[in-house]
């Protein structure tokens, strides 16, 4: 029952997004700007998560490249 309501509360909420979107030609500039705003960042936290998955997946699909490790020799006082 609660999966029926989250799939209708998802669809009302992209509904109304939809209708925000069709009426954003004729909006005043306020809207404008507060809409850009948040797609913005919108778009700035995806390409962050993006860059974040890619970077861990990169040290945890390539292990070769973490063990690359030249040891280095102590040295010695004179």
């Known amino acids: 029952m609660a999966a029926t309501d989250l799939v209708e509360e998802i669809r009302s909420v992209g509904e ?35 860059i974040a998955c890619s970077c861990c997946c990169a040290h945890c699909c390539c292990p070769e490249q973490r063990d690359r490790r030249i040891p280095v020799p102590p040295v010695k006082p004179r």
């Open 16 to 50: 109304r997004l939809l209708l925000k979107l069709q009426g954003l030609p004729q909006a005043e500039p306020v809207e404008l700007v507060a809409f850009s705003i948040i797609a913005l960042f919108t778009a700035t936290v995806l390409l962050l998560l993006l």
